[in-house]
């Protein structure tokens, strides 16, 4: 099995606290489209014969592209590539992308999944944010969603923002809840370099709540999604059993996938590769032949250390025979310390966080990391 993922890097707004690579100007979208169908097409041999399971728009703002143009990128994936017939297809979308006829274009041309980009349904919180959205939009775009007969859809919303309450982030759940939302990635939000938010904190200008309170919002997020019957089957993900993101579970249990597009990521098995985050060197690279990537060749540690990373998020936890390091060989202090806590499970061959551990999942992955010595 294996997946294919397509970067669309533009945006209408720069959002205050976003890392990811865009741009806000639309100038060269068409000729890096071409290059991206390009790109698509020389490393159409990468996957060998893996049949396609899943095939992810994300960005940037996939949903402002003219829907011809995925379609085009969707009929290069079916024409290159064993594309499984019920693969899920899912497009990021933004609330002010979204009307009946965008929805049914998108559901026409084998769009299975839509992933929402709501963040807050307040009007307050998404000016601060600089989102392109209001609330209106959030709401409608919601409602129009839930209606549309997609095979899954999913909301993205972010806790632990400034003065945040918990009354508040009740609020935003039971919004999304009350449209029997089948799926939520719910996100802390966290200060990133370089970003404008950035810029505030350190200004002074913007002061971010402590741990505890964001904390308290994450104990309440999984209570109501629970209460709900959403499982938490990653630490920010939450899901009604059969609408799981089959694409990210490829990606936390290791399954190859294809990246197109400038930034994208691609990962073999062994190799990591990451293309230049710029699009006019994207664009160049692809039309004279250049390199416009890295790559790095994976040690075994590494790999290891990557899957507990990932595999910890996840309520299914790490199978520690799938492991090339013997991570309780080389670690039994700190899984035994994380266990006494309570934090941890050691058991039937794996190792899986437990609620409380959920709170400090990449600190217990980063004390059990190995390295390549301890082979
Ligand atoms: S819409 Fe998404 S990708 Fe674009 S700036 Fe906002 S958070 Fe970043």
Redesign the pocket.
């Known amino acids: 099995m294996a997946g294919i993922y397509f970067h669309i890097p533009f ?5 205050t ?4 690579h ?1 741009s ?1 100007s639309a100038k060269g979208r068409e000729a890096l489209l071409d290059a991206m169908e390009m790109e698509l097409l020389n490393r159409s041999r990468e996957l060998g014969d893996a049949p396609v399971s899943t095939i992810y728009f994300g ?3 996939p949903s402002l592209l003219e829907p011809a143009r995925i379609a085009a990128l969707l009929q290069q994936c079916s024409d290159l590539f064993r594309v499984q017939r019920n693969a899920e297809v899912t497009l ?1 979308a ?1 609330p002010d992308d979204i009307t009946a006829e965008r929805l049914e274009q998108w559901k026409a041309m084998g769009i299975t999944r839509l992933s929402l ?1 709501t ?1 807050s349904f307040r009007e307050d919180r998404l000016k601060w ?4 959205h209001n609330a209106e939009q959030a709401l409608k775009s919601i409602a129009l969603i839930a209606r549309a007969g997609f095979a899954s859809w999913t909301i993205d919303l972010i806790y632990g923002l400034p003065q945040m309450t918990l009354p508040e982030w009740d609020e935003q759940l039971t919004i999304a809840l009350d449209h029997g939302m089948p799926h939520l990635s719910a996100y802390c939000l966290t200060v990133e370099p370089k970003t404008a938010l950035a810029h505030q904190v350190n200004k002074s200008i913007v002061s971010m709540p402590g741990d505890a309170d964001q904390s308290a919002q994450f104990d309440r997020l999984m209570e109501r999604m629970e209460v709900a019957g959403l499982e938490h089957y990653e630490i920010s993900n939450f899901g009604l059993p059969g609408h799981h993101s089959r694409h990210n579970s490829s990606y936390w249990e290791g399954v190859p996938y294809l990246g197109i597009g400038p930034s994208a990521h691609s990962f073999d098995g062994s190799q990591r590769r990451w293309n230049v985050a710029n699009n006019a060197r994207y664009v160049q690279g692809v039309a004279e032949g250049a390199r416009f990537w890295d790559e790095e060749l994976l040690t075994p540690a590494q790999r290891t250390n990557e899957r507990l990373l990932t595999g910890l998020r996840t309520s299914k936890g790490v199978d520690l025979a799938r492991l090339e390091v013997d991570v309780i060989g080389h670690q039994r202090r700190a899984v035994e310390r994380w266990t006494a806590t309570g934090h941890l499970i050691h058991a039937d061959g794996r190792l899986v966080l437990t609620k409380a551990g959920r709170h400090f999942a990449d600190r217990i992955a980063s004390d059990l990391f190995v390295n390549d010595d301890d082979r």
């Open positions: 945006c209408r707004k720069a959002c606290y976003c890392d990811f865009f806000t960005g940037g703002t990021e933004n980009g963040q944010m600089g989102r392109a």
